[in-house]
């Protein structure tokens, strides 16, 4: 827990390191656009819900998450690639699940979901017709999508042993993720717990999958990669 704290304040500290003045206002207008997204998705709910749209609740819901899925993994690659971070390098005697944990974890706080889970809470409580069960359901497509970033990363950035069972079981448990979704997208508005426990279940998977394909990862590729040289990392 102190690593992961620590690791935490660290990132914090080096975001606002540099340009501390811009970077506030950036931070400042990502809240206010996020406020404002929320207004519009709520208008754009309750109007779906009176049969003003051409889609309903439902549909409007699945393409909000749609959307939330598809600009988490996306904003890692455009305009610019953004290489996957590793706080802790590994030639410290750190475990590997500890890393792993650390380094997911760090990843999160960053001002880009800090903006989201603005908007998640905003959406919240401004529309009636975006429940509890949709808000989780919310936070679990953001992180699924994070996932696939950083599996996409460690596919891009290092090599991987095909042959390791690591590999393999990496696999298996992203077999077991599609299985699980397969009927229900996890994009999909949920209308049950039992739903949403299902879901759960298949980021487990997921996230499982992504631990044994980095350590089926080893050295860097040597081949260049082209990525921004902005601070942002993940």
């Given at each position: ?7 935490c304040?660290a990132r ?5 390191r ?6 506030v206002?950036?931070?400042?207008l990502?809240?206010v ?5 929320a207004?519009?998705i709520?208008y754009l ?8 749209l051409n889609?309903?609740v ?8 749609l ?6 993994i ?5 305009p ?5 971070a590793?706080?802790i390098n590994r030639?410290y005697?750190?475990?590997p ?7 997911l974890?760090?990843e999160?706080?960053?001002?880009f979901?800090?903006v989201?889970l603005?908007?998640?809470l905003?959406?919240?409580m ?5 429940t509890?069960l949709?808000?989780g359901?919310?936070?679990?497509v953001f ?5 696939t970033?950083?599996s ?7 090599r991987i042993?095909w042959?390791?069972?690591a ?6 448990m992203v077999?077991a993720f599609?299985a699980l979704?397969a009927r229900a997208?996890m994009f ?8 949403l ?6 980021l487990a998977c997921?996230?499982?999958a992504?631990y ?6 080893y050295?860097?590729k ?13």
């Open positions: 827990m102190d690593l992961i704290l620590y690791s304040k914090l500290k080096s975001y606002f540099q340009k501390k003045m811009q970077r206002l950036l931070l400042a990502g809240i656009l996020s406020a404002f997204y207004w519009l709520t709910l309750q109007h779906a819900r009176e049969g003003g889609m309903d439902s549909q409007m819901l699945g393409y909000t998450n959307l939330l899925l598809s600009f988490t996306l904003r890692g690659f455009f610019a690639y953004i290489p996957k590793d706080f030639i005697p750190v475990k699940l500890k890393r792993f944990w650390t380094e974890i760090v999160l706080v960053s001002p979901y800090f989201l603005n908007f998640l905003l959406l919240f401004m529309s009636s017709d975006y509890v949709h808000l359901q919310s936070f679990l992180l699924t999508a994070h996932i970033r950083r996409l990363q460690v596919f891009i950035e290092r042993n042959r390791g069972s590999f393999w079981g990496a696999v298996i077999g599609i979704e997208p999909e508005p949920v209308t049950s717990v039992m739903m426990v299902v879901h759960l279940a298949s997921f996230l499982l992504n044994l394909l980095e350590q089926a990862a050295e860097p040597r081949r260049t990669v082209n990525y921004s040289n902005d601070a942002r990392r993940s």
